[in-house]
């Protein structure tokens, strides 16, 4: 049975870090790329961060992120333990939500890991509150 699994949520105070994990199994990990949404109460969910499943020459793979978290959070992803991070750094409250990992088989390209809809599978999700 696919699952995704998010950790690392918490409480925090502004300005701190957090990073959040994201463990897949019962799927081919290394064939989807993986995403971050959020959601605030009242609020539509919001594209945090995605990387591509396939490397681009040199190992690395492509990454994107929502424009209010560029600069500050760091998507990355370990094939080999079948698991997504989101390094959240400077944390500010309007940070606050739940976090949601997603896997979009053969993603590879910014228009479809933006859109929640290209998504196969999603986690539970993991809360995050940022206090001031």
């Known amino acids: 049975q696919e699952q995704l699994v998010e950790s690392g949520g918490g409480l925090v105070q502004a300005g701190g870090s957090l990073r959040l994990s994201c463990a897949a199994s019962?799927?081919?990990?290394?064939?989807?790329?993986m995403g971050w949404f959020r959601q605030a109460p009242g609020k539509e969910r919001e594209f945090v961060a995605a990387i591509t499943w396939r490397p681009v020459t040199g190992g690395t793979y492509n990454t994107f992120y929502g424009d209010s978290v560029r600069g500050r959070f760091d998507i990355s992803r370990d094939n080999a333990k079948n698991t997504v991070y989101l390094q959240m750094s400077s944390l500010e409250p309007e940070d606050t939500a739940t976090y949601y990992c997603g896997a979009v088989r053969f993603g590879n390209d910014d228009f479809m890991l933006r859109l929640g809809r290209y998504y196969n599978y999603w986690g539970q999700g993991t809360q995050v509150t940022v206090s001031s």
């Open positions: 019962g799927f081919t990990f290394s064939r989807y790329g």
